[in-house]
């Protein structure tokens, strides 16, 4: 697998029309998706799911539309009649749904409506409720709009129990405290419309973010608000004191508090055990997102009410399957509650997707040992080098004893500040997968802010908002793979000597 190379603009990498990534080579491109250029847009086939529709997922939208006379239409198709509710009910009037499979709608607006189709489109994004690429081969085989499937390797007994257990067994749960889920952002969504259904069952409407969030994660908690819930945040998460007087003073009002841990992207650990009991007694529930270093190396459910967690990352170690999961506490007091109603909300995914990450989860331990261990070699080579101000990681974090698994080093993921001026040309001629996710077994990195947060890298108030709480806009985000050690630092070294 020679994945320490120059990956021209909307290779995918692995070679699968299933990749859950696409390169993006230079800054021009980043910012050309990002502003939809025609050049960069028509070379993206596939990409991050739920940032680019696949090829196979236009084809069978396209496909449904004619079929119905509905070429005038812009469209997503959802799985789950309780996902098309919630998109309805949400969205409002000028959303039309059409049945196309038994399970499978059509969820479709005038194109003139720009304005609804662009909700319609980050409805799909942000709650994760789209169709899997998988899905949509399968069925344009089905129509006969395909010759063939794409040929690669599954697990052959049942997906599904052998994923929960692996996950359990990560988690240290029981596989019946599991729920696996289209992808993580459905995990989180379907973890949050839970408790959120639960505490405003008792009077409970007030929710506090710790730290930054994943992009979608973050827009879930804002927009899926009631009317009469709040959302406040404590953006330092080494601020014990303001964080727990902040808890404290929404009294038996607390709805729950949200938490990566670590933080994305600086791969910051809070004191989760301290943070988790006054949570505990103050009545809210602690929802804990580990997915930046993962299930296999932090253990984080024993302060959590509920887990959630992506495992297109780590799990998923080719970069071939959008997959999440979450996980109930059983020691949590509200693990009745918490159990049935996740259940009632979440999306489970398509089984040829489970086939495959069952299939991959054999081997990722070792894959992740190996990452980790390159991850620790890579920090200190970029600690030394003088075009770097200041990286991030989980091994460098405070607090991370709390929760790593053991001693060894901890996570794929290292965020990068080089010196003033040098990131775009770092950027460009650094020879490897650049685009987003992280956790595969090869090396790629990408410039998390502009990919995830492009209005506020591109405004001057928005970049001295993202000072104000400790992020450089033109950080570096690397997730390091299983390539030789001495192969990824040679790329690194060549890149920073050119910037």
Same mark, same amino acid.
């Given at each position: 697998m020679?994945?320490?190379? @120059? #990956?021209?603009?909307?290779?995918? #990498?692995?070679?699968?029309? @299933?990749?859950?990534?696409?390169?993006?080579?230079t800054m021009a491109d980043v910012r050309g998706y990002e502003e939809q250029d025609p050049r960069v847009v028509a070379a993206l086939d596939s990409g991050y799911p739920r940032f680019v529709v696949h090829a196979y997922i236009r084809r069978l939208i396209e496909f449904y539309l004619e079929r119905a006379g509905l070429t005038d239409r812009s469209a997503a198709l959802v799985p789950g009649r309780r996902a098309v509710d919630d998109l309805v009910s949400h969205l409002g009037d000028g959303l039309t749904v059409t049945k196309v499979e038994e399970t499978l709608f059509l969820v479709h607006c005038d194109r003139q409506d720009s304005a609804l189709a662009l909700r319609l489109r980050k409805f799909v994004q942000h709650v994760g409720s789209g169709i899997s690429s998988r899905q949509a081969e399968d069925l344009l085989l089905g129509y006969d709009l395909m010759d063939k499937r794409h040929e690669e390797d599954y697990f052959s007994g049942n997906a599904l129990n052998e994923v929960e257990s692996?996950? !359990?067994?990560?988690v240290g749960c029981r596989p019946?405290?599991?729920?696996?889920? !289209?992808?993580?952002?459905?995990a989180f969504y379907a973890g949050y419309r839970a408790v959120q259904e639960f505490q405003r069952s008792r009077g409970r409407k007030r929710w506090l973010q710790l730290g930054w969030l994943y992009l979608d994660s973050g827009c879930v908690l804002k927009e899926f608000l009631g009317d009469d819930e709040t959302l406040e945040v404590?953006?330092?998460? #080494?601020?014990?004191?303001?964080?727990l007087a902040a808890i404290r003073s929404f009294g038996d009002e607390l709805s729950a508090v949200v938490v990566e841990c670590p933080t994305n992207p600086l791969i910051q650990v809070c004191e989760l055990e301290k943070v988790a009991q006054v949570v505990r007694a103050q009545g809210g529930v602690m929802v804990v997102d580990p997915s930046i270093a993962s299930i296999y190396n932090v253990n984080v459910l024993p302060y959590a009410d509920l887990l959630v967690s992506s495992l297109t990352k780590y799990a998923a170690t080719e970069g071939d399957v959008m997959i999440g999961a979450l996980a109930v506490n059983p020691d949590s007091p509200y693990y009745g509650d918490l159990i049935s109603r996740t259940s009632a909300q979440h999306q489970p995914p398509y089984a040829r997707d489970l086939a495959r990450l069952a299939y991959e989860m054999t081997p990722a331990p070792s894959f992740i040992a190996q990452m980790n261990a390159n991850t620790s070699r890579l920090c200190g080579f970029l600690r030394e080098h003088p075009k770097v101000v200041k990286i991030h990681c989980a091994g460098c974090s405070d607090h991370?004893?709390?929760?790593?698994?053991?001693?060894?080093?901890?996570?794929?993921?290292?965020?990068?500040?080089l010196v003033e001026g040098a990131m775009e040309a770092f950027y460009d001629a650094v020879e490897l997968m650049k685009g987003p996710s992280f956790g595969a077994r090869f090396t790629l990195l990408c410039p998390f802010m502009y990919l !995830? @947060?492009?209005?506020?890298?591109?405004?001057? =108030?928005?970049?001295? #908002?993202?000072?104000?709480?400790g992020i450089c806009p033109?950080?570096?985000r690397i997730s390091v793979g299983t390539e030789p050690?001495?192969?990824? =630092?040679?790329?690194f070294a060549q890149a920073l000597n050119v910037c």
């Open positions: 020679n994945s320490l190379k @120059h #990956f021209p603009l909307g290779t995918r #990498f692995p070679n699968s029309p @299933h990749a859950v990534i696409s390169s993006l080579p692996l996950i !359990a067994e990560q019946a405290d599991v729920l696996v889920c !289209a992808s993580g952002m459905n404590c953006y330092d998460v #080494f601020d014990l004191d303001a964080v991370i004893e709390d929760v790593a698994k053991g001693a060894e080093p901890v996570g794929a993921v290292i965020s990068v500040q !995830a @947060h492009y209005d506020l890298v591109t405004s001057e =108030e928005g970049r001295g #908002f993202l000072r104000s709480v033109e950080l570096i050690y001495e192969e990824i =630092e040679a790329v």
